[in-house]
Nanobody, 127 residues
């Protein structure tokens, strides 16, 4: 498994923007990192964890939850072993702990023990 560290969370007003980052906690070759399917998940108090966005190992086709389409953008920089989530037009309902996840198999991302998780970064959006 790969160790992940999120950053970039914070408190913003509705309509604001934040950029989350997820990096490996130790030097990891870009080739190995590039093989991982990566994603962002979030969990609000009293709610189940939900997938926000994912990007495959090749960086190609991305997928988003309907609730964030058009507002969030997921991207990765394999040379820097870093995953990003650009969040614009934030809403109070986006308030949650955001987690970075990685799995060598995209079909398993977030649902199998093979998935690696970060510690999370808190995003709070006030109205």
């Amino acid at each position: 498994q790969v160790q992940l560290v999120e950053s970039g969370g914070g408190s913003v007003q509705a309509g604001g923007s934040l950029r989350l980052s997820c990096a490996t906690s130790y030097t990891y070759s870009w080739y190995l990192y590039s093989r991982y399917c990566m994603g962002w998940f979030r969990q609000a108090p009293g709610k189940e964890r939900e997938e926000v966005a994912r990007i495959p190992s090749g960086g190609g086709s991305t997928n988003y939850a309907d609730s964030v389409k058009g507002r969030f953008t997921i991207s990765r920089d394999n040379a820097k072993n870093t995953l990003y989530l650009e969040m614009n037009s934030l809403k109070p309902e986006d308030t949650a702990m955001y987690y970075c996840a990685a799995d060598l198999n995209c079909y398993n991302l977030g649902i199998r023990r093979s998935t690696s998780w970060g510690q999370g970064t808190q995003v709070t959006v006030s109205s």
